[in-house]
């Protein structure tokens, strides 16, 4: 008896695999007889091994997990975590004396699709978007006591967050309890609350970029809009900044940025924090700023939703150039995966040219190297930002 279920392919639709993207659509199956969740081997129409992954009948059918047959499991995910945790190590993020929080596994882009895993000071944060992955919790858990021993005091399985409802799936410690979630990044504190908060309870992707904010803080008026935990308002502060405004339309999200920002204490600027839509803040607001940040969340989630995302992407740029002075800065991100970097340059570009302003465009912002993006898997791409000079 096979110890896997099989799934047999289309004899045309071989070639997505053989190039090791880590997605089969349902159309490309011949032949299948699995559950949700199985853990399967696909093979090619004449009976070649080509992969395993999990299944699920849905539209993505099965998400690769190895491209050559694998006799233990558990190895395999000890394996990969392991290796996610080495080029962290590589990266400064493990040892670091100023950091310690950052993303151990991107789902593809470390070779564990649909699994996201952030490191918070000794408390890792789960979040399974699939049933089968959600399945491989227990191999998730000993491949990560296997890695961090004794460093890893508690596990948080949130996946129940990004489940079907209908699972009824809860979220759980797998081990250890509930922490008092304090984390250092680049030196800054903040309180990290993972099991109310947003995703895994902070956004890691913005680090690089919240210390780039730091060359362009010291005695300017800045406004974070979008700032959620107020990440780039504790960094632009502790830069020297005069004036910081938060805006986020979550009360919880303006309570945790007044918690951080208490944290971390400056003599130098005022904060001021505003529960708003942010596109009415810019619209009502008469105050001009040396420096803003727009990074809202995902306004397109599926490429129907594409056009309206960017001429959002537009309104609100085009907001943000009318509050600007003259020799200020703007950091603007799209997270949307499906808006790409040209269609959001592009919705900026028209925004700039609306509002007549002189606009260079000083860096190229995208995803950090703890969030690495599988070659083979381009769909792994999602942040995109740009910072521009504005005269
Ligand atoms: N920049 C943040 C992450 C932003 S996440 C950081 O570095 O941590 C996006 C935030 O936008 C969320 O906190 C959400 O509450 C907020 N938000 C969503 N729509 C909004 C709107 N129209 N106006 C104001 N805030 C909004």
Known sequence: MAQFSRVVLRRSKEDAVRRFHPWIFSGAIAQVDAQDGDIVEVFSNSGEFLAIGLYHNSNIAVKILAFHPVKDLDDLFTERIRQAYQLRSQLGLTESETTNCYRLINAEGDNLPGLIVDWYNGTAVVQAYSIGMAQQRHRILAGLRSVYGDKLRSVYDKSAAVLPHTLNAKPEYLLGEKEEGLVQEYG???????????????????????????????????????????????????AGASLVHSVDSSAKAIDLTKQNIALNPTETGTHEAFTDDVFDFLKTCDQQYDAIVLDPPAFAKNVSARHQAVMAYKRLNLQAFHRLRSGSVLFTFSCSQVVQRDHFQGAVLAAAIESGRSVRILHHLTQPADHPVNLFHPEGLYLKGLVLWVE
């Open 188 to 238: 800054h504190r903040f309180q990290v609350d993972w099991e109310t908060g947003q995703k895994t309870g902070f956004f890691l992707d913005q680090r690089e970029h919240r210390q780039l904010l730091t060359h362009y803080s010291a005695g300017k008026q800045v406004l974070n809009t979008f700032s959620y935990s107020g990440g780039f308002s504790v960094y632009a502060l502790q």
